[in-house]
């Protein structure tokens, strides 16, 4: 017996009467009863707080490269004081144990309500009427994919059917998605309905395709989670935080820095073919954070934003160029694999992402913003520039020479400017908003003659933001000149981004309108428009939301309130957040 064996404890030592023996083993066996019956009591959300093996695997992994940014960004819910309102304390609490997140403590910290007073309906009968247009505008766009092109990523408004491309993995339904929140936020009810129907029912995710990781995350993901913060309803949820476990295993890189194509079945991860040396992208691997800390938020698992937290470190401390990002970094030795610097293409939505994340951490998150103020310090020493005609622009950099070009993409940076505008260096506020003027007009002179601008414009050879290249000359319904006219207009309420506003919406009516939907063209310059046939999902979610809220009352989605990702997917500012270093905590309860 295993008893005999025991130190110190001999048989004999053991020698009890009959009677005794049974009493001890009554009371034994009354204890092993009553412990195995516990467990049937113990709550759902301990039981069921249980994580997919992908994501242990993944954690694993992570543990060597990620357990210091933890440390540091532990959501601040631990720390709560105790007379903090009882209902957010209990579930934040929650939050971090991984169980039910509480939707209505998180609607008590929000400081306004989302669609304001009366929905963002604007005083005056010529801006209602504007934004009555948009609505339409949006109305036709969905009604034409809904007949033609249900259930594939987007609308081919000319030959009348669906595109499903190879984008998102086998993903399907993208302009649903994308949609969600324009649907809500418009009023268009019914639509929304039939939109949140067909996620429930048909929004299939065990697909086995190559996905861009960045175009899932900033479409799917965000279009999800903001579909979720703004309704309430519980499948946008669920279907976010499955679509967010398969991003996971591409970040399991000796870097930790994720590749940018992901099989979204088989979790393998490789670089785009495009990419010199098998490299990464700037705006791709740092256009994840908005929406990764959202993913730990809703699900109390801290390893979506340890994941983003470690490229954050090694972006912070690596070498960086005059203080400039390359946009190509090696996703093996965590080096810059080329010197080429954009806030265009393959840079722009990292230094979005900054500036964001610092708002969206209700402005706790100083990493970010010390990070944001240094590139823009770097990027106003190298690359601002003044054309001979006076225009501000944004230039390209290779490697210390400029090229004197700026995509229609880097005119999202006004609005960029224009946000961050309050919180650099002290006396800089009055400069960035001038900054941010300057290059919004800029952006509005490449918009002509037919007020619709360029693929990318440039401003060398007497050119001025004028596209010199045929196949530059291009428009896909693309946002951002729009979107930094409709940051600008809350910033400064100068008529004058209304009137650029809507100049555009009469140019898209007249060139981009076709019988079956919105189509980008393929010459902004041409006086006979030739089409692409192609109903892009950011029409839907970017460039209608923006024109939408440019005509509204700033009260409807508050910016104190709502951070935009990259797809104009508004994010709730999370009040719960801290750095552990910092003693500041905002107390919902006092809503
Ligand atoms: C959108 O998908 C996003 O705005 C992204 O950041 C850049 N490109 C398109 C729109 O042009």
Redesign the pocket.
Known sequence: MVLRKLPGVSASGMGLRLSQKFVFLLFLSGLVTLCFGALFFLPDTVRLNRKPSVTHGARTVERSVGSRAQEEWSPARAQEPAARDERVTSAAHNGERGSAYSYEAFKTCLLKPALGKNQGTPPDSETLQRREKVKEMMKFAWDNYKRYAWGNNELRPLTRNGHLGNMFGGLRGASIVDSLDTLYIMGLMEEYEEAKEWVQNNLDLNSNGEASLF?VN??YVGGLLSAYYLTGAEIFKQKVMELGEKLLPAFNTPTGIPRGVINLGSGTSWSWGWASAGSSIL?EFG?LHLEFLHLSQLSGNPLFTEKVMNIRKLLNKIEKPHGLYPNFLSPVSGNWVQHHVSIG?LG??FY?YLIKSYLMSDKTDQEAQKMYYSAMEAIETNLVQKSPGGLTYLAEWRGGILDHKMG??AC?SGGMIGIGADDGPAGQRQHYLDLAAEITHTCHESYSPTKLGPEAFRFDAGAEATATRLSDRYY?L???VI?SYMYMWRLTHDPKYREWGWEAVEALEKHCRVDAGFSGIRDVYASTVSHDNMQ???FL??TLKYLYLLFSDDDLLPLEDWVFN???HPLPVIRFLKIASSDRFHDCSAV
């Open positions: 175009e900033i479409r705006a256009t293409g722009d939505s979005e229609h993409l999202f896909i693309r946002p951002e979107e892009q999902s950011f979610s970017e990259t797809e104009a």
